[in-house]
């Protein structure tokens, strides 16, 4: 054998050495995603606010402060479904509410059509550890009941 076959690495090593690289990164499937109900809303800070817009649409708006059990706080995502079946996901951007808040205040917001509002969640991801993240789902139709029939 000559020298240079010996020193290139066998294949075996560069699939352990990928393989152990990969679990440094924080994966979706570890994600535990919770229900969340008005009363544990309120709980975790959580406000969510619906409001007629100028075009016959709802501007919804969920609001929450980086501090306590969402200090971890990542991403959200909304997601609109109809029979079973997800028909829209998107992640939401958040931004601060006002110019005077207080920098761990969070605001998401999205313009949506009234009739879709039951069919819609919107989950924020908050990561306490390096590998794991809480989902907490929030379900349009038990924040907004009166609202969306209006």
């Given at each position: 054998m000559t020298l240079a076959a010996r020193r290139r690495p066998s294949l075996a090593f560069l699939a352990l050495l990928a393989v152990l690289c990969g679990l440094q990164a924080p994966c979706f499937a570890l994600n535990l995603i919770y229900d969340v109900t008005k009363e544990r809303a309120k709980e975790l800070g959580i406000s969510v606010v619906s409001r007629p817009s100028a075009n016959n649409d709802a501007r919804v708006q969920v609001e929450f402060k980086t501090v306590g059990p969402m200090k971890g706080f990542e991403y959200a995502h909304l997601e609109l479904t109809?029979?079973?079946?997800?028909?829209?996901?998107?992640?939401?951007?958040?931004?601060?509410?006002?110019?005077?808040?207080?920098?761990?205040?969070?605001?998401?917001?999205?313009?949506?059509?009234?009739?879709?509002?039951?069919?819609?969640?919107?989950?924020?991801?908050?990561?306490?550890?390096?590998?794991?993240?809480?989902?907490?789902?929030?379900?349009?139709?038990?924040?907004?009941a009166r609202s969306a029939s209006r």
């Open positions: 109809q029979g079973g079946k997800r028909l829209v996901t998107a992640p939401l951007m958040p931004r601060k509410p006002t110019q005077d808040s207080p920098p761990e205040s969070v605001q998401l917001d999205f313009y949506i059509d009234p009739a879709a509002l039951p069919n819609t969640t919107v989950t924020v991801y908050v990561y306490g550890e390096r590998l794991t993240g809480i989902g907490y789902r929030l379900k349009m139709k038990d924040f907004l």
